[in-house]
């Protein structure tokens, strides 16, 4: 043992979070939430691949998947260049573990029956769209750019899943019951959509919408199509918190050792 | 026309030889991919870039391509960047293109508008003419496609499916 080399503190690497370390970067955190959110949410729908209930929708979700999972390595990128220590959107993506991870609870749910992946799409796609529309207009040029690019697919995200829920909600009796036991099961997970803390109030001069600021036209696109789906818009009881800080459901686990074994197996790996 | 501007213009027609490797009816520089390319006073050619789709899986393939033509016209030092704004919107096609697009058998993409409200209804979506037959009896069966930038339909004239290059 005494042979043993100490390793120089300049070649450690780098800890695994940044909120590990007392000072929290409050830019690359927020990277890191919108990173996340489509990272987690892309790879649950890309589970869709293959099992899909009709070619269209097989192919509609993983055309969704591939926007989101997109979207997430530009804005991790950035994020690794904001951190400026070396990681890249693939260390970010396939080398951290549950507890640094920034995304809702709401997108690393089971993905249950299509018309729960559809709900929970709805519930994300309308928020996404809200947000990345105000993001367009960040003080933060390369910011603004990946999210005017963002938004116009978010659009036609919410499109394709605002409209199956209507038709969902409004179908069969069958497809009704299961649309709105899954907009039950699933509205407790809105509340950390419009959540703030120290991290959105860091960007208070314009870099990024305060969340709660979305929430009225959040509520407003959600309960019209909930009304035109014949659904009932559930109560607002208990809310989930958490996750923005890493907290995370005991199912975001199971996913990314499922989405990073492959990079963990075979550091480095090219193709 | 002065050296730099003969200098650009060659460049851009060595890129006008990189196809689309999805839809190669089309090169880069048509598809608006190509936004800027220039050579510096060191000798080395800048390409800016900007991706169709934030997920488009064939940018990797393009930039590389990028990189193979200009180096087999000479241009040995090549630097590749991605900008992001303005976004990119099929607008930005010629018409040329989108005859070229059409001859191909995609219908080509409408001017962009984007609609007022998030979820409209399925009934107002404007139906895309055929690109065999020009007939515009024809439905959307989904927004989504082959790839990431089409969308597919089904003509009821001449009763055969067909894709759209989808306004964004």
């Known amino acids: 043992m005494t042979s043993r080399t100490a390793i120089p503190s300049s070649t450690r690497p780098p800890a695994a979070s940044a909120s590990t370390e007392g000072s929290v970067n409050p830019l690359f955190e927020y990277l890191l939430r919108l990173g996340d959110d489509r990272l987690v949410l892309g790879h649950r729908l890309s589970e869709w691949c293959g099992h899909g209930p009709a070619l269209e929708e097989d192919i509609a979700l993983a055309n969704v998947a591939l926007d989101l999972i997109g979207q997430a390595s530009h804005f991790l990128r950035l994020a690794g260049t904001v951190e400026g220590r070396g990681r890249d959107e693939d260390a970010l993506a396939y080398l951290r573990d549950a507890i640094d991870y920034r995304n809702v609870k709401l997108v690393e749910l089971p993905n249950g029956d299509f018309g729960r992946t559809i709900v929970r799409s709805f519930l994300f796609d309308a928020w996404s769209a809200l947000s990345l529309e105000k993001l367009v207009h960040s003080s933060h040029a390369e910011l603004a750019g990946i999210a005017a690019k963002a938004h116009k697919e978010a659009r036609y995200h919410v499109r394709h899943s605002g409209e199956w829920v209507i038709r969902l909600g409004d179908g069969t009796d069958e497809s009704h019951r299961r649309t ?22 860091a960007h208070a001069n314009g870099i990024a919408p305060d969340p709660p600021s979305l929430e009225p036209a959040w509520r407003e696109v959600v309960s019209d199509v909930i009304s035109r789906a014949t659904l009932t818009l559930p109560l ?21 050792a499922e989405m990073q074994i492959l990079a963990r197996s075979h550091p480095g790996a090219k193709w | 026309m002065n050296a730099t501007d003969a200098q650009a213009a060659a460049l851009l027609e060595v890129l006008h030889g990189v196809p689309d490797p999805e839809v190669p009816a089309l090169d880069i520089v048509e598809l608006g991919i190509v936004r800027k390319v220039e050579r510096r006073p060191d000798g080395v050619v800048v390409v800016e870039v900007t991706p169709t789709y934030s997920g488009c899986p064939a940018m990797r393939t393009i930039e590389e391509e990028i990189v193979v033509a200009l180096r087999a016209n000479g241009y040995e030092r090549v630097e590749l960047r991605t900008v992001y704004s303005p976004a990119w919107t099929t607008d930005w096609l010629s018409d ?29 979506i404007r139906r895309a003419a055929c690109p065999y037959c020009g007939s515009s009896n024809t439905e959307r069966r989904s927004e989504f496609g082959s790839t990431a930038c089409k969308a597919i339909h089904y003509c009821h004239h001449c009763r055969q499916p067909f894709e759209e290059f989808k306004a964004l």
């Open chain 1, 180 to 201: 709105q036991n899954a907009l039950d099961d699933l509205w407790p997970y809105i509340g950390e959509l419009f959540a703030s803390d120290e991290v959105d109030k």
């Open chain 2, 96 to 124: 040329e293109a989108k005859a070229k697009l059409k001859a191909y058998g995609i219908a080509p993409p409408e001017p962009a508008v984007a609609e007022q409200i998030l979820v409209p209804l399925t009934a107002t």
């Open chain 1, 236 to 256: 607002d009881g208990y809310m989930h918190s958490g996750a923005r800080q890493g907290r995370h459901t005991e199912h975001l686990g199971h996913l990314l």
